[in-house]
């Protein structure tokens, strides 16, 4: 089994829709998680980044941490073109060197 | 302007030869890390490095080989012993003092073996 798991989609929404984006862990070690959107052969840019359950917002963009079910979201609200682009999650342990990463979601929001 | 550089964009090699990836940071990162990309496959750590002159080994370190001989730079060699060098290679660092584990990384490198 996979450290992390993530549905590589594609996803294809309408401009203006709320997009979901999720991942699954299994190791309830990991306590810091972070989304990276990485556009075509490009460097992943970071996005957000999280430390223990809740919700983080920045704009059109909230992260959430649901540790008791091993489970992060990224939400889009009002999508744009330019968000069209792979999205990684990643999560590292408080104790640990390595980072551990989703395989990535591909969304294209239609114009 | 702060970040992180990797050269060149675009390596084309013959099979059988060493090339060696440049990645340069002067965001005064402590860690630095090599991760190679393949289609369908995420992200896979090849080589990190916490501190100058000592790195451990990832997932995927045979055929590469790398070192730390300053703060500011990790340069990836990939040897003849890999298997399958053609990808997209991303060099990426983080601090690793205080309670910050962000990780940002570099443009990208992309290889092609012939």
């Known amino acids: 089994q996979k450290e992390v798991e993530q549905d590589p989609g594609p996803l294809s929404v309408p401009e203006g829709a709320i997009v979901s984006l999720n991942c699954t862990y299994s190791?309830?070690?990991?306590?810091?998680f972070m989304w990276y959107r990485q556009y075509s052969r490009k460097g992943p840019e970071l996005l957000m980044y999280?430390?223990?359950?809740g919700n983080k917002e920045d704009g059109r963009f909230t992260a959430q941490v649901d540790k008791s079910s091993k489970y992060i979201s990224l939400f889009i609200r009002d999508s744009q073109p330019s968000d069209s682009a792979t999205y990684l999650c990643?999560?590292?342990?408080?104790?640990?060197?390595?980072?551990?990463f989703g395989t990535g979601t591909s969304l294209t929001v239609i114009p | 302007d702060g970040g992180i550089t990797q050269s060149p964009k675009y390596l084309f090699r013959k099979e059988g030869q060493n090339v060696t990836l440049s990645c340069e940071q002067n965001?005064?990162?402590?860690?630095m890390y090599w991760y190679r990309q393949d289609p369908g496959q995420g992200l896979r750590l090849i080589y990190y490095?916490?501190?100058?002159?000592?790195?451990q080994k990832g997932d995927i370190a045979e055929g590469y080989s790398v070192s730390r001989e300053k703060k500011e730079s990790f340069p990836l060699t990939v040897t003849s012993a890999q298997k399958n060098p053609t990808a997209f290679y991303l060099c990426?660092?983080?601090?690793?003092?205080?309670?910050?584990?962000?990780?940002?990384f570099g443009p990208g490198t992309r290889l092609t073996v012939t």
């Open positions: 990426a660092s983080r601090m690793v003092a205080g309670s910050s584990y962000e990780q940002y």
């Open positions: 190791n309830s070690a990991f306590q810091y």
């Open positions: 999280t430390y223990s359950s």
């Open positions: 990643a999560m590292i342990r408080i104790t640990g060197n390595q980072f551990y």
């Open positions: 965001l005064n990162h402590d860690a």
């Open positions: 490095s916490q501190i100058v002159n000592d790195f």
